[in-house]
C-alpha cells in the first residue's frame, strides 16, 4: 500500500470513530431533552398557582412590601446567570454570557453597582478569566436540577434583596436564562424577578382582567405574602434551570447532530480521495509492468539477432 | 347535589392529587382551619404537618405536606408545598429509621419532616 493511500485510510478511521462519539452523544442528548422537558411540564401546576396567589395577595393587601415596591433610585442591582457545566452546545453557552454582559453594561450605565451570580462552570470561567468577582457561584447541577438546588441559588439572593442597600443589599435581581421554545430554537432572555411588577405576573396568570375575590388572609396579608415572595422567586428559579437544562440538551442535539453530519461529509470526502489514490497506484503499476515487459521484450529481441 | 370543593394539591415538581372532596382539614400557622364548599375566599401559610381531605365519595385522603401554603377561591382549593406526599406512599419504617438518624445527627429540618411523615401515617 501506498503512503498517500495509508493515510487517508488512517483519517478515514479515526473519523469514524469521532462520527461514532458525536452520534452517541446526539442520541443522549436527544432523549435528556425530553426527560428535561417533561420536568418543566410538571413543575407548572406548582408555578402557576403559585403565581396566582401572589397577584390575589399583592393586589389585594393594600400595604406596601418591600419586595413588590420599586426603589426611589435603585443603586445596587444583582444578575443572575444560568449558563451550563459544560460545552459541546453549540453558542448556547455565549449567547447566555453575552446577554448577560449586555444586561450588566445597560444596569451599569443607568448608574447601578451589579453583583453577579452565576450558576454552571462555563458561566462562573467566564467571569474568573475577566477577573468579575462573583457574590455567588453553583455547578454541578446543571444537568439535572433539583427544586433544593433552586432553593439553594434563591436563599442568598433572597438575603440580598431583603437587606438595606447601605449594607450591601440589592435593589432589583434579574435573572439570565436560556428559554426553550422548542427543538430547534432556545434564546437566551432576562427578566426582572425582584421588585416584582403586578401587571407582568397577573399576565403570566393568564388573568389580568378577571376580577379577583376578595381574599382573607391567614394569618395576615403582610405574613402571607411574607412566606410566599421567596417561595415564588424559588419556583421562578427552579423554572429557569429546567428551562435552561432543557434548552442546553437541544443545543447539545444540534451541536451534535451537525458534528456528524459534517464527519459523515469529511469520510465521504476522504474516502473518495483514497479511491483515487488507489487508483493512481494501481495505474502506475501496471505501467510499470507494461514498461518493463517492453523493454525485456526489446533486450531480448536484441540478443537474438 | 351535595356541595364539592375541587382540590388540587401540587407540590414544587408535580402534581400529587386532585379531585373532588366535601371537607378539607389543614393547618394554618394560626390553627387548624376546614374548608367547606362555599367558604370565604382564603389563603392562608400552612404549617408542616398532616393534611386530610375528605372526598365526595366518602373516602379519606391524607397527606404529608412540608410548609406550604392553602389558597381557596371559588370552590377551587389549592394546596401549594415544596414537598408533598400522601400517606400512602410514605413508607412509615423507612421515616422512623430517618427520625431516628436525625436524632442522632440532630438535624432539626430531617427531623421535622420525618415526624410530620410519621404523623400522616397516623391519621390513616
Same mark, same amino acid.
Request: no cysteine; proline share 3%; glycine share 6%.
Given at each position: 500500500m501506498?503512503?498517500?493511500?495509508r493515510?487517508?485510510?488512517?483519517?478515514?478511521?479515526?473519523?469514524?470513530?469521532t462520527k461514532?462519539?458525536?452520534?452517541?452523544?446526539e442520541m443522549?442528548a436527544?432523549?435528556?431533552?425530553v426527560k428535561?422537558?417533561r420536568?418543566?411540564q410538571?413543575?407548572?401546576?406548582?408555578?402557576t $398557582?403559585?403565581?396566582?396567589?401572589?397577584?390575589?395577595v399583592?393586589?389585594g393587601a393594600n400595604d406596601?412590601?418591600?419586595?413588590?415596591?420599586?426603589?426611589e433610585?435603585p #443603586?445596587?442591582?444583582?444578575?443572575?446567570?444560568?449558563a451550563s457545566d459544560?460545552?459541546?452546545?453549540g453558542a448556547?453557552?455565549s449567547n447566555?454570557?453575552?446577554?448577560?454582559e449586555?444586561? %450588566?453594561?445597560?444596569? &451599569?450605565g @443607568?448608574?447601578?453597582?451589579?453583583?453577579?451570580?452565576?450558576?454552571?462552570?462555563?458561566?462562573i470561567?467566564?467571569?474568573?478569566?475577566?477577573e468579575?468577582k462573583?457574590a455567588g457561584s453553583?455547578?454541578?447541577f446543571?444537568d439535572?436540577?433539583t427544586?433544593?438546588d433552586a432553593?439553594?441559588i434563591?436563599?442568598?439572593?433572597?438575603?440580598? %434583596?431583603e437587606?438595606?442597600?447601605?449594607?450591601?443589599?440589592v435593589d432589583?435581581?434579574?435573572?439570565?436564562y436560556?428559554? !426553550?421554545v422548542?427543538m430547534m430554537?432556545q434564546?437566551?432572555v &432576562?427578566?426582572?424577578?425582584?421588585?416584582?411588577?403586578?401587571d407582568?405576573?397577573a399576565?403570566?396568570?393568564g388573568?389580568? *382582567?378577571?376580577l379577583r375575590?376578595l381574599?382573607d !388572609?391567614?394569618p395576615?396579608a403582610?405574613?402571607?405574602?411574607?412566606?410566599?415572595l421567596?417561595r415564588?422567586v424559588?419556583?421562578r428559579?427552579?423554572n429557569a434551570l429546567?428551562q435552561?437544562?432543557? +434548552?442546553k440538551?437541544a443545543a447539545?442535539r444540534?451541536? =451534535?447532530?451537525?458534528?456528524? *453530519?459534517?464527519?459523515g461529509?469529511? %469520510?465521504?470526502?476522504?474516502?473518495?480521495?483514497a479511491n483515487?489514490?488507489r487508483q493512481?497506484?494501481?495505474?502506475q503499476? %501496471?505501467s510499470?509492468i507494461?514498461?518493463?515487459t517492453a523493454?525485456?521484450a526489446?533486450?531480448t529481441?536484441?540478443s537474438?539477432? | =347535589?351535595?356541595?364539592e370543593l /375541587?382540590?388540587?394539591?401540587?407540590?414544587?415538581?408535580?402534581?400529587?392529587?386532585?379531585g $373532588?372532596?366535601?371537607?378539607v382539614i389543614?393547618?394554618t400557622t394560626?390553627?387548624d382551619i376546614?374548608? =367547606?364548599?362555599? /367558604?370565604?375566599?382564603l389563603?392562608?401559610v400552612?404549617?408542616?404537618?398532616?393534611?386530610?381531605i375528605?372526598? +365526595? &365519595?366518602g373516602g #379519606?385522603v391524607?397527606?404529608?405536606?412540608?410548609g406550604?401554603f392553602?389558597? !381557596?377561591?371559588? *370552590?377551587?382549593l389549592?394546596l401549594?408545598?415544596e414537598i408533598?406526599?400522601?400517606a400512602?406512599?410514605i *413508607?412509615?419504617?423507612r421515616a422512623?429509621?430517618?427520625?431516628?438518624r436525625a436524632? +442522632?445527627? $440532630?438535624d432539626?429540618?430531617?427531623?421535622?419532616?420525618a415526624?410530620?411523615?410519621?404523623? @400522616?401515617? @397516623?391519621?390513616?
Open positions: 501506498g503512503a498517500q493511500l493515510v487517508y485510510k488512517r483519517r478515514i478511521k479515526s473519523v469514524t470513530a461514532k462519539i458525536t452520534k452517541a452523544m443522549i436527544a432523549s435528556r431533552v428535561a422537558q420536568k418543566v410538571s413543575s407548572t401546576p406548582y408555578a $398557582e403559585l403565581t396566582r396567589a401572589v397577584t390575589a399583592a393586589t406596601k412590601h418591600p419586595l413588590t415596591t420599586e426603589a433610585n #443603586t445596587r442591582a444583582a444578575v443572575l446567570l444560568l459544560r460545552g459541546l452546545a448556547f453557552n447566555a454570557i453575552k446577554a448577560a449586555q444586561l %450588566i453594561k445597560r444596569l &451599569e @443607568a448608574g447601578r453597582e451589579v453583583d453577579v451570580y452565576a450558576v454552571g462552570r462555563r458561566g470561567a467566564h467571569f474568573n478569566f475577566r468579575r462573583l453553583w455547578a454541578g446543571t439535572e436540577p427544586y433544593a432553593k439553594k434563591g436563599e442568598p439572593l433572597i438575603e440580598a %434583596i437587606k438595606a442597600t447601605a449594607e450591601g443589599g432589583e435581581l434579574h435573572i439570565v436560556t428559554e !426553550f422548542s430554537t434564546t437566551a &432576562e427578566a426582572r424577578l425582584l421588585p416584582l411588577s403586578l407582568e405576573v399576565k403570566e396568570a388573568e389580568s *382582567d378577571t375575590p381574599y !388572609f391567614e395576615s403582610e405574613d402571607v405574602l411574607d412566606a410566599l421567596p415564588y424559588e419556583s428559579i427552579y429546567l435552561s437544562s432543557a +434548552s440538551h447539545t444540534r451541536a =451534535m447532530k451537525s458534528a456528524t *453530519d459534517n464527519a461529509e469529511l %469520510i465521504n470526502n476522504l474516502s473518495r480521495l483515487a489514490a493512481a497506484e494501481i495505474t503499476e %501496471i510499470e507494461v514498461g518493463g523493454a525485456l526489446d533486450a529481441a536484441g537474438d539477432k | =347535589m351535595a356541595a /375541587h382540590v388540587e394539591l401540587v407540590a414544587a415538581d408535580r402534581s400529587v392529587w386532585s $373532588e372532596a366535601t371537607l389543614a393547618r394560626s390553627g376546614g374548608v =367547606m364548599p362555599g /367558604h370565604q375566599p389563603l392562608g400552612l404549617e408542616s404537618g398532616p393534611v386530610t375528605r372526598t +365526595s &365519595e #379519606t391524607v397527606a404529608a405536606v412540608h406550604g392553602i389558597s !381557596f377561591a371559588d *370552590d377551587k389549592s401549594l408545598a408533598a406526599e400522601l400512602d406512599e *413508607d412509615a419504617r422512623e429509621r430517618a427520625l431516628e436524632k +442522632s445527627d $440532630e432539626a429540618a430531617a427531623e421535622r419532616r415526624e410530620v411523615r410519621l404523623r @400522616a401515617v @397516623a391519621v390513616r
